[in-house]
Protein backbone atom coordinates (compact mmCIF):
# COMPACT_ATOMS: atom_id res chain seq x y z
CA UNK A 1 0.00 0.00 0.00
CA UNK A 2 1.45 3.07 -0.92
CA UNK A 3 1.52 6.66 0.95
CA UNK A 4 -0.94 7.65 -1.42
CA UNK A 5 -3.59 5.07 -1.07
CA UNK A 6 -2.97 5.15 3.04
CA UNK A 7 -3.93 9.41 3.15
CA UNK A 8 -6.91 8.25 1.12
CA UNK A 9 -7.80 5.47 3.47
CA UNK A 10 -7.49 7.96 6.39
CA UNK A 11 -9.38 11.07 4.67
CA UNK A 12 -12.33 8.17 4.18
CA UNK A 13 -12.14 7.17 7.35
CA UNK A 14 -11.84 10.48 9.01
CA UNK A 15 -15.03 11.62 6.99
CA UNK A 16 -17.03 8.56 8.30
CA UNK A 17 -16.39 9.77 11.61
CA UNK A 18 -17.21 13.06 11.06
CA UNK A 19 -20.56 11.78 9.64
CA UNK A 20 -20.86 9.54 12.53
CA UNK A 21 -20.81 12.49 14.94
CA UNK A 22 -23.09 14.22 12.94
CA UNK A 23 -25.68 11.28 13.03
CA UNK A 24 -24.66 11.13 16.52
CA UNK A 25 -24.89 14.79 17.78
CA UNK A 26 -28.01 15.08 15.92
CA UNK A 27 -29.33 12.06 17.41
CA UNK A 28 -28.60 13.62 20.78
CA UNK A 29 -30.08 16.62 20.39
CA UNK A 30 -32.76 15.27 19.45
CA UNK A 31 -33.29 13.24 22.19
CA UNK A 32 -32.43 16.26 24.75
CA UNK A 33 -34.90 18.29 22.98
CA UNK A 34 -37.33 15.14 23.58
CA UNK A 35 -36.27 14.81 27.01
CA UNK A 36 -36.87 19.20 27.69
CA UNK A 37 -40.54 19.08 26.05
CA UNK A 38 -41.45 15.78 28.32
CA UNK A 39 -39.80 17.95 31.42
CA UNK A 40 -41.88 21.02 30.26
CA UNK A 41 -44.85 19.27 29.67
CA UNK A 42 -44.77 17.46 33.54
CA UNK A 43 -43.56 20.82 34.88
CA UNK A 44 -46.70 22.46 33.61
CA UNK A 45 -48.92 19.71 34.79
CA UNK A 46 -47.76 19.61 38.32
CA UNK A 47 -47.90 23.84 38.01
CA UNK A 48 -52.10 23.27 36.86
CA UNK A 49 -52.65 20.85 39.40
CA UNK A 50 -51.13 23.11 41.88
CA UNK A 51 -52.82 25.79 40.91
CA UNK A 52 -56.20 23.62 41.09
CA UNK A 53 -55.37 22.69 44.68
CA UNK A 54 -54.53 26.30 45.84
CA UNK A 55 -57.99 27.42 43.96
CA UNK A 56 -60.17 25.03 45.98
CA UNK A 57 -58.51 25.36 49.03
CA UNK A 58 -59.80 29.34 48.58
CA UNK A 59 -62.75 28.45 47.64
CA UNK A 60 -62.75 26.05 50.56
CA UNK A 61 -61.88 29.21 52.77
CA UNK A 62 -64.20 31.75 51.31
CA UNK A 63 -67.01 29.25 51.99
CA UNK A 64 -65.67 28.97 55.70
CA UNK A 65 -65.54 32.46 56.04
CA UNK A 66 -68.58 33.50 54.69
CA UNK A 67 -69.90 30.82 56.35
CA UNK A 68 -68.78 32.46 59.60
CA UNK A 69 -69.87 35.99 58.58
CA UNK A 70 -73.51 35.17 57.81
CA UNK A 71 -74.11 33.13 61.39
CA UNK A 72 -71.93 35.94 62.83
CA UNK A 73 -74.99 37.97 61.48
CA UNK A 74 -77.60 35.65 61.98
CA UNK A 75 -76.86 35.65 65.57
CA UNK A 76 -76.65 39.64 65.83
CA UNK A 77 -80.36 39.30 64.16
CA UNK A 78 -81.72 37.20 66.35
CA UNK A 79 -80.51 38.88 69.64
CA UNK A 80 -81.78 42.36 67.75
CA UNK A 81 -85.30 40.47 67.36
CA UNK A 82 -85.29 39.29 70.79
CA UNK A 83 -84.75 42.96 72.14
CA UNK A 84 -87.13 43.89 69.90
CA UNK A 85 -90.15 41.19 71.39
CA UNK A 86 -88.79 42.23 74.78
CA UNK A 87 -89.88 46.13 74.68
CA UNK A 88 -93.23 44.80 72.11
CA UNK A 89 -95.26 45.19 74.89
CA UNK A 90 -93.93 48.40 76.36
CA UNK A 91 -94.08 49.94 72.90
CA UNK A 92 -97.44 48.81 72.40
CA UNK A 93 -98.60 50.22 75.93
CA UNK A 94 -96.56 53.19 75.86
CA UNK A 95 -98.48 54.14 71.99
CA UNK A 96 -101.58 52.79 73.30
CA UNK A 97 -101.37 55.00 76.31
CA UNK A 98 -100.79 58.11 74.06
CA UNK A 99 -103.43 57.86 71.99
CA UNK A 100 -106.26 57.31 75.04
CA UNK A 101 -104.83 60.17 76.71
CA UNK A 102 -105.27 62.57 73.48
Known amino acids: M ?8 AEARAT ?3 NDARVESREMLRTMEQNALSKQKHALDACRSDQEKL ?6 KARLSMDDSLRKQDDQDQKFAE ?4 RLADTV ?3 LERIVDQ
Open 55 to 60: AEEARV
Open 93 to 95: SFV
Open 2 to 9: SILDTIAE
Open 16 to 18: QIR
Open 83 to 86: NARK
